[in-house]
């Protein structure tokens, strides 16, 4: 009895918040008189229409009232969560910086420039603790069941949850595709830096930031690269070879030089002290021999960032830098593709993981008993371990090239839009 006394009061409360006529007139006393007699006569079924009519309007005052209890609790996760990824990230990379010689200001602007890289893949974490928490709080205090009794849909009691999930995928594709790639790149950068001014304190200059043994092979234009040594620092090459080949793979023209560097401006690949050697591809004998002091080959495009990238994570590599090294790699037939394109679409797929997140979260939240809402927390933890073993298993099927990676990445999406799917049917 006293927990529908609290029902009713819900009701009559929320009705007031949207201007119901539940709430006003001497019909009200009559039909909730009657209600409360177990007895629904005509005012109840006319009163009821009419507040069934106004489902279908806008509920200003209970939508202020869910995004104001929802968003400070997102707010508060949110902030939370990004700060100990702050924290692990000044325990994984403090000493290593420090080790660099970065000074207090190097420090900051590195951690700074890090934590926007980690927002969106917090973000989907933070939405469904929160929307577990206050969905499974508003449910234990019988909100639910007192606006579901005046006639509300469930979709129409969480429209403004939908709404925010629609902007959030909006922000999760403006955090993939820009946000993130600027931080991976930029915090790779400093992060470079120091490192480069440590080792030019015992190092020559072209000795800085030398990556060894550097190979390209451009098969859409017929070329194949070799230096003994890159520097990133001046973006320059040495003990460089390039060989032009034929349509049959044959060697027509070597260069060979001690040194080279690339003009952004179009100019090309500009060599320095080398000499250009031609053969017969037939008989693969040197016909000729050519020194120069320096060359520039106009002709040669290839970008020297996309050579450094070949052999690094899929997890370093920011959006734009794996579609390039994509793009380059299914030229070349090359299996290394499949991982950096899983890689590529998960971070599409995961544009809508806030609206996966939701569509798991309410009926989640909202069908059980009414207990503790952190109950509804631990529960967080089971689906992204859920997740996390269909992610591995679509990426190692995919590695095995038993799927395709666009399936292989929308994969896990998949699994858990099927799991909302009958998430929703129970609650129904």
Not at 123 to 140: C, E, I, N, Y
Not at 246 to 265: C, G, I, M, P, Q
Not at 370 to 391: C, D, E, H, Q
């Amino acid at each position: 009895m006293e927990e529908g006394g609290r029902q009713g009061q819900a009701v009559r409360v929320f009705n007031q918040s949207i201007g119901s006529p539940f709430a006003r007139g001497p019909e009200d006393k009559t039909a909730v008189s009657s209600r409360r007699a177990g007895r629904v006569g005509a005012a109840d079924w006319v009163l009821l229409s009419r507040g069934q009519r106004l489902c279908s309007a806008s509920l200003n005052t209970y939508d202020r009232h869910l995004l104001r209890e929802w968003l400070s609790i997102l707010g508060i996760v949110l902030g939370a969560m990004v700060g100990l990824m702050l924290v692990q990230v000044m325990y994984d990379d403090f000493r290593v910086l420090r080790e660099l010689g970065a000074r207090g200001l190097e420090m900051w602007m590195y951690f700074f420039v890090t934590m926007p890289s980690f927002l969106a893949n917090v973000l989907p974490v933070a939405l469904l603790l929160s929307l577990l928490f206050v969905l499974g709080k508003l449910h234990r205090a019988n909100e639910f069941t007192a606006m579901r009794a005046a006639g509300v849909s469930m979709f129409r009691i969480t429209a403004p949850i939908w709404a925010v999930g629609v902007l959030a995928c909006g922000l999760s594709w403006w955090l993939n595709s820009s946000v993130v790639p600027w931080s991976v790149e930029t915090s790779r950068s400093l992060r470079e830096g120091l490192d480069f001014r440590k080792q030019a304190q015992t190092l020559a200059a072209d000795r800085v930031g030398v990556v060894e043994s550097v190979a390209f092979d451009n098969q859409h234009a017929g070329r194949m690269w070799f230096f003994n040594r890159y520097s990133r620092l001046l973006h320059r090459g040495f003990g460089v070879t390039v060989s032009d080949l034929d349509n049959r793979r044959r060697e027509t023209t070597r260069l060979v030089a001690s040194e080279a560097s690339y003009d952004e401006h179009g100019k090309g690949w500009i060599f320095k002290e080398g000499r250009t050697m031609s053969f017969n591809p037939e008989s693969g004998e040197m016909i000729g021999v050519t020194s120069f002091t320096q060359e520039t080959r106009s002709s040669y495009k290839e970008d020297p960032q996309l050579m450094l990238l070949i052999d690094r994570r899929p997890v370093d590599l920011s959006f734009s830098e794996l579609k390039t090294l994509i793009d380059y790699l299914r030229f070349e037939n090359s299996d290394k593709v499949t991982s950096y394109a899983v890689r590529y679409f998960t971070l599409i797929a995961d544009t809508l993981g806030p609206l996966i997140v939701i569509a798991i979260a309410i009926p989640f939240a909202v069908s059980g008993v009414r207990v503790n809402p952190a109950v509804g927390v631990s529960k967080s933890f089971m689906l992204f371990f859920l997740y996390y073993i269909l992610a591995n298993l679509a990426s190692s099927l995919a590695t095995k090239q038993l799927i395709d990676p666009l399936f292989a990445a929308w994969l896990p999406n998949i699994g858990m839009t099927v799991l909302a799917a009958w998430l929703f049917v129970r609650l129904r």
